[in-house]
């Protein structure tokens, strides 16, 4: 069982291009979470899913959407990146919304905006 | 804003000595609390979490925490740390999960 898979593992992107990040899990999980975790700040999400076809924003969404087509998967776009985007994207599973099930994390994306 | 306060960025231990990592949080209703951990470049593991039930819970690789409504904390202890226990330390919580900005743990041999 993989878990949780990121995609890709580091990515350098110029400003003002458009880029999606890729989460796949395989625990059939109904939740789905994107944070982005920087220095001193430590993980912020930025949206979340309680089960497919549904979507919420987290503390930070400017800038990122998401969407929920199916269980499995739950991709993380950037319509027009910028520097301050820079940081490294944890994507995170848990069985069922709410709080109570331990979330599972993926290794994460490192990516550069420049 | 965020609900959960950690308000230690770093604490350094000697190998053997006790640890205490704070947390404080600020949600209305009993929250759910949880702690992770990330050692470096990896993802967080779960050490453990609180609900309900016995304010003192038990996690993985040693560690425990306890829930005080009174202080609104949930502080995470080990009575004995190890090198290999050096990592970040996040402690969340609520219904839509957030995390705190971390305590990052540093041990002396």
């Known amino acids: 069982i993989a878990g949780i898979t990121q995609a890709p593992t580091s990515q350098i992107l110029a400003a003002g291009r458009r880029m999606t990040l890729r989460c796949t899990q395989d625990?059939?999980?109904?939740?789905m979470y994107w944070y982005r975790q920087d220095l001193g700040l430590g993980l912020r999400l930025i949206h979340y899913?309680?089960?497919?076809?549904?979507?919420g924003k987290g503390e930070v969404p400017d800038g990122y959407s998401v969407s929920r087509a199916n269980t499995d998967d739950f991709p993380l776009t950037l319509a027009s990146a910028v520097p301050s985007q820079t940081s490294v994207y944890f994507c995170?599973?848990?069985?069922?919304?709410?709080?109570?099930?331990?979330?599972?994390f993926g290794p994460g994306t490192r990516l550069t905006v420049l | 804003a965020q609900s959960v306060t950690q308000p230690d960025i770093h604490i350094t231990v000697s190998e053997g000595a006790s640890l205490e990592l704070r947390c404080n949080y600020s949600?209305?209703?009993?929250?759910?609390l949880f702690w992770y951990v990330q050692s470096p470049g990896q993802g967080l593991q779960l050490l453990l979490k609180?609900?309900?039930?016995?304010?003192l819970v038990q996690g993985i690789k040693g560690f425990e925490a306890e829930f005080k409504r009174s202080q609104s904390s949930f502080n995470l202890r080990k009575p004995s740390v190890h090198w290999s226990d050096a990592a970040e330390y996040f402690c969340?919580?609520?219904?839509?999960?957030?995390f705190g900005r971390g305590t990052s743990l540093i041990v002396h041999p």
């Open positions: 995170a599973s848990s069985d069922t919304a709410g709080g109570a099930d331990t979330q599972y």
């Open positions: 625990m059939r999980h109904n939740a």
């Open positions: 899913s309680n089960t497919a076809g549904t979507t």
């Open positions: 949600y209305g209703a009993t929250p759910y």
């Open positions: 609180y609900f309900s039930g016995d304010t």
């Open positions: 969340g919580g609520s219904y839509i999960p957030t």
